[in-house]
């Protein structure tokens, strides 16, 4: 899953050189895996926000305020996408990642 791609790629990277951070865009729906995924995420992260409950502008802000270098989007235009976030350009590089594996 992408999710355990993720988690490989942040233990991987130099610290030193790389900050993750990383933001929840949909809300724990209280399923096991879904939280445990996510707590493992968060733990992987230098920096964990759960944007889920901001409205699309409020996320958008706070990404920018953060001031990552490149905003990878997992979710693409699968469910729960933010798309209208991802579009007002929170970050100067934004990439798509893995969205639609066939």
Not at 27 to 54: A, M, N, T, Y
Not at 83 to 95: E, L, N, Y
Request: glycine share 8%.
């Amino acid at each position: 899953s992408i999710g355990r791609e993720m988690l490989f790629l942040m233990g991987a990277h130099d610290r030193g050189k790389v900050k993750p951070i990383c933001y929840a865009l949909n809300k724990d729906e209280g399923s096991w895996l879904q939280h445990v995924w996510r707590e493992s995420i968060s733990k992987g992260c230098e920096v964990f926000h759960d944007v889920s409950p901001l409205s699309d502008s409020a996320a958008a802000l706070l990404i920018n305020k953060d001031a990552p270098h490149v905003l990878i989007d997992l979710n693409g235009w699968s469910g729960g996408n933010r798309a209208t976030m991802i579009s007002m350009r929170p970050a100067p590089v934004q990439v798509n990642y893995k969205n639609w594996v066939a």
